[in-house]
């Protein structure tokens, strides 16, 4: 197969291009996540596999809970562990930093086209964080009643 030399992608303006600092680079480098925020951005799901795994295991010790108190009680001691609370804590942040990220994608991709509209993209975000903190609240009452 012969490969075509493409001038319409970046890859190969850069490759071509032998200059440093070049505008297409200045931008680029400009639009990149930083590393450190990259990484936590791919980390995100591993999280949510743990608090996945963790709600399952707590689930099964309650459905076991039936036929007596020693599986509720090794979840409890489960979650006392010193590595699990860190594991929950990571976690806990996790899902902080994704939901921020989301939250703050959210109005680009809705108002793709309005882009001068910046207050209805705050609306946006504030309403959605007005949901959040709203349905959390509801759920900390629901469980502490």
Not at 47 to 62: E, F, H, N, P, Q
Request: aromatic fraction near 12%; charged fraction near 15%; charge should be positive.
């Amino acid at each position: 197969m012969i490969k075509k030399n493409n001038d319409n992608y970046p890859a190969n303006k850069d490759l071509n291009n032998n200059n440093t600092g070049t505008q297409s680079e200045i931008t680029s480098l400009q639009t990149k996540q930083p590393l450190f925020l990259s990484i936590i951005d791919k980390l995100t799901p591993f999280s949510m596999i743990w608090v996945s795994l963790v709600l399952m295991y707590g689930v099964i010790c309650m459905y076991t809970n039936k036929m007596g108190q020693d599986e509720f009680y090794r979840f409890i001691f489960f979650l006392q562990s010193p590595v699990v609370v860190v594991l929950n804590c990571i976690a806990l942040l996790l899902a902080l930093f994704h939901s921020i990220n989301w939250f703050r994608l959210m109005p680009k991709i809705i108002f793709k086209q309005n882009i001068h509209k910046k207050k209805q993209g705050y609306l946006l975000i504030i309403g959605l964080w007005g949901v959040t903190i709203l349905l959390s609240y509801c759920l900390v009452l629901l469980i502490i009643k």
